[in-house]
């Protein structure tokens, strides 16, 4: 079974700041992984995909990162503002799978 | 991207009783999946809504708990039933596209 864990749980920064939030997964014969934002208790919001093949993918102050051998991909936010606070999550598509396993968040506060 | 339209978008219920999310998706979709996000934690996939044909749980899951229906390839309704206070979450339809996954905004559920 895949298992996604994201480190850190949770992260406060000033504003202004670059960050990097992380992810990890167990299997690494995945198909894709996304990343994506939720505000409390709201729905989610997809950030990045990268597919299998891809090393990264950019969109604006975000970029994100996939090493599928070693299990990783990372999240970077360049430039941080108040209003990027909210949790992020990685989620991973298997190969020969249709759902996603997602990781257990990183809560993110950037303080003004 | 496909546009995903949920409701009720939170909803208090006494215990013993059922609630029926709906969503709704502004194009036609083959995969459509249902997620529970409770409290603290992040999500699990509850089951594939199938059209045509009973959906598919995932372990945990069961269909008279969890009853739902996929009618055509643009709308879908899971039940919660006969609910207690640890179904207490935010429950999300999701709909798998091209490469990537869209969510809709969520269901807050509170069982008093």
């Known amino acids: 079974k895949q298992e996604v864990t994201q480190i850190p749980a949770a992260l406060s920064v000033p504003e202004g700041e670059n960050l990097v939030l992380n992810c990890s997964f167990t299997?690494?014969?995945?198909?894709?992984l996304q990343w994506f934002r939720q505000d409390p208790g709201k729905g989610l919001t997809s950030l990045l995909l990268?597919?299998?093949?891809?090393r990264e993918q950019t969109s604006g102050r975000l970029n994100a990162s996939l090493d599928k051998s070693s299990g990783r991909s990372t999240l970077y936010i360049a430039a941080s503002q108040p209003g990027d606070s909210a949790t992020y999550l990685c989620?991973?598509?298997?190969?020969?799978?249709?759902?996603?396993?997602f990781g257990t968040g990183t809560r993110l506060t950037v303080i003004p | 991207s496909a546009v995903i339209s949920q409701k009720p978008s939170r909803d208090i219920c006494q215990r013993g009783t059922s609630l029926t999310i709906q969503c709704q998706v502004d194009?036609?979709?083959?995969?459509m999946f249902w997620y529970r996000q409770q409290p603290g934690q992040s999500l699990t996939l509850i089951a594939t809504a199938n059209q045509g044909s009973e959906a598919t749980y995932e372990s945990g899951f069961v269909i008279d708990k969890f009853p739902i229906s996929r009618p055509n390839l643009t709308f879908s309704t899971l039940t919660v039933s006969n609910m207690s206070p640890e179904d207490s979450s935010i429950y999300l339809c999701s709909v798998g596209e091209g490469y990537g996954y869209t969510f809709g905004s969520g269901t807050r559920l509170t069982v008093v």
């Open positions: 299997d690494s014969a995945i198909y894709n």
């Open positions: 989620a991973v598509r298997r190969s020969g799978a249709n759902n996603l396993f």
């Open positions: 194009s036609q979709v083959t995969m």
């Open positions: 990268i597919q299998s093949s891809q």
